[in-house]
């Protein structure tokens, strides 16, 4: 059982018994995921603005899978790594953003010279209406 306690709070929460994501756009979200109730959040992301951690949220097999991260000042107005757009699903037209972090690793079918691996994305909120594409 995990909890998450954000006071502004953005991002989504897609509950098992539900047509569409829970919008959290501003709000304080506190929930305890708990694996042996129902309904049960089928995946999530979201993004606490004040701390600055993500948290990504998918039901698997059963379980949980809950991956927490912060997100560093520096990787925000780096920009070299502009936050990388989605359009979402069943969420008013709303894009959501993403963190790329990238890892240098030898690759033995590039000699085993070192090439960037993408390792994961980062939620970081949704896309601010004056932002471009």
Do not use: A, H, S
């Given at each position: 059982?995990?909890?998450?306690n954000i006071k502004?709070?953005?991002g989504y929460l897609w509950w098992s018994d539900q047509e569409e994501p829970e919008i959290y756009d501003g709000k304080a979200i506190?929930?305890?995921?708990d694996e042996t109730k129902?309904?049960?959040?089928?995946?999530?992301q979201l993004y606490d603005k004040e701390r600055m951690g993500s948290y990504s949220i998918k039901y698997v097999d059963g379980?949980?899978?809950?991956n927490n991260y912060k997100v560093e000042t520096d990787d925000l107005m780096n920009k070299d790594n502009e936050p990388k757009k989605f359009l979402s699903n069943r969420m008013g037209g709303r894009w959501l953003k993403f963190l790329r972090?990238?890892?240098?690793?030898?690759?033995?079918n590039?000699?085993?010279m070192p090439v960037l691996t993408f390792t994961k994305n980062v939620f970081v909120g949704f896309k601010e209406?004056?932002?471009k594409l």
């Open positions: 059982m995990e909890t998450i502004n709070c953005e506190d929930i305890c995921l129902n309904p049960f959040v089928v995946e999530g379980r949980y899978l809950i972090y990238w890892e240098e690793k030898k690759d033995e590039c000699m085993n209406k004056e932002d």
